[in-house]
């Protein structure tokens, strides 16, 4: 009898689900376009691997003419945003604590003095199709 419960045990703990693949580092995760959708708005925003960013009105007009330019840095889930060119540049960087998935980016702000930019404080950008 002891013998059967311990084989029933061992069985019962057993699992024949696939172990769940590791998520990618955020410094992965981040690197693509995303863009805000109605009714919040169609504003875009792409992240590069060599650490650049653009913010531009849509998707569409990424390429052609943005908003803004400049730089990102991502330390674990602390987002730094710094634009260069366009709206917010002579307001120095905007940090944000990130939740990046598969689906999109959480964005919630923890500094940053320009209003234009803190728009995208409790939002969630989707990754542009």
């Not at 691997?49 to 007009?61: C, E, F, P, R, Y």
């Not at 330019?69 to 889930?77: A, N, P």
Request: charged share 25%.
């Amino acid at each position: 009898m002891r013998g059967l419960a311990l084989v029933v045990l061992v069985v019962a703990c057993g699992s024949s689900h696939d172990p769940i693949p590791p998520k990618k580092p955020n410094n992965e995760l981040i690197i693509d376009t995303f863009e805000r959708r109605p009714p919040n708005g169609t504003t875009a925003m792409r992240f590069r691997a060599d650490g650049t960013v653009d913010l531009a009105h849509s998707k569409a007009k990424l390429d052609l003419e943005t908003l803004a330019h400049g730089t990102w840095q991502l330390d674990k889930d602390q987002l730094t945003l710094t634009y260069e060119t366009g709206i917010c540049a002579s307001s120095g960087p905007g940090v944000y604590q990130v939740v990046l998935s598969k689906l999109g980016i959480h964005f919630k702000k923890v500094s940053d003095s320009c209003d234009q930019r803190a728009k995208i404080d409790g939002e969630v950008w989707r990754r542009a199709q």
